[in-house]
């Protein structure tokens, strides 16, 4: 994993592809698929995600204020609506789907070695989680994966509907 | 318009398109370009945005509580990039882009004729507002154009770079 610069994290994000989402507890991790997230801010990055009390990862993040936030491409498709339809209550997640963890530097969820993207996060605001279930989080640290070339991102219709990125189009922007 | 029914919106938030906002106050209507958004509960349809302190739109949003989101397809990108590069402090951008706008049932800004789905907008949480410009919204109607057949949005990668929707795949959810 190469590390990247905390001011580009928000161009993987913003797109809105189906990310993963590692937590850990007394030693344990876990992971979650998630698609309800949003960027907040450029710099430091800020990420606002919501994480259902329904979920098992719920617990594990308003307890610990820490987790990854892992970008998969296509190709692991099949293996992220595994993660979505099971639960850490029931099986290790990493273990079942053959995914790899990887120590992080600023936190204690691991990396997905699978996934091109990394982004080490804290919880810094909690006031609309007991209402909505909504974190905002800071990313501290990110990484991607420079053997990935041009990974194709997945993005949940509903359903276990997805569409995959095609065409990239480059319009004049005045987005400095 | 057909209209669609509320459970259903999700669907079209879920994936990250690039969407339009249009926002009224004083008479006078405006409309924006938009990314960073977030889908946080399914029924009633709830939607977490982020609008810039910076963009013209967010006065009229938060002085008058009211917006219609307005997904576009791909065929719109061109205008999509020419709303997100010009303010409403300016010019009138329904006129300079030609997009039409029409009247709302239940709020003052306008659907747009030109765009597959909108959503009727009030903001219902104003909490991260101060700190971080991200406004809660419910959506109280919603309408679907039937004409625009499988229509493809556009992903924001920044810096004017879009990914379109390209291949469907279906796995396997359990999702209900």
Redesign the interface.
Known sequence: MRELPLPKV??FL????VVLLTTARKGRANVMAM???????FEPP?V???VSSADYSFDALRATKECVIAVPA?EL??KV?QV??SSGRDIDKFEAFNLTPLPAERVKPPLIAECFANFECVVV?T??VH??C?F?LEVLKAWTDPKQKNP????????????????????????R
């Not at 913003?14 to 592809?17: C, D, I, R």
């Not at 698609?35 to 801010?41: A, F």
């Not at 194709?152 to 990239?168: L, M, N, P, Q, S």
Request: proline share 4%; glycine share 10%.
């Open positions: 928000f161009q913003e797109p809105g592809p698609s309800w997230h949003t960027l907040v801010d800020l606002a995600c919501v296509v498709a099949e609506v979505g339809n605001d006031r609309l209402k909505y909504l905002v194709k991102t997945i993005h949940h219709r509903g359903y276990g509907t997805f569409a995959v990125d095609g065409e990239i189009m480059r319009l004049k922007s005045k987005m």
